[in-house]
């Protein structure tokens, strides 16, 4: 049985990383088969963070290579959790 694994993206400074972790999900698209995003709204404003939770279904090694992708962005940090 394999591993389930769990990547929490904690996103500051939303406006100029999102495009680059974006395309980075996208490239890892196939592996993700659920995806959460969690920021503070309100009316009128939006929160600059925000976390965003990934079941990451391609493995150990395409997780790791997946989370420097994404820690070489200034602003991102990926914390892994695996059952």
């Keep these: 049985m394999s591993k389930q694994i769990i990547l929490g993206v904690k996103v500051t400074n939303f406006a100029e990383n999102s495009k680059e972790a974006q395309s980075i999900f996208c490239e890892y698209g196939c592996y993700i ?3 959460v995003g969690l920021h ?7 929160n600059p963070s925000g976390l965003v ?3 990451f ?3 150990q090694d395409l997780a790791n290579e997946m989370t420097a992708k994404l820690e070489a962005i200034p602003g991102l ?5 695996a059952f």
Excluded: D, Y
């Design 33 to 35: 088969s659920t995806r």
């Design 40 to 46: 503070g709204a309100t009316e009128g404003a939006c």
């Design 53 to 55: 939770l990934l079941e």
């Design 57 to 59: 279904i391609g493995g």
């Design 77 to 81: 940090n990926v914390k892994q959790m």
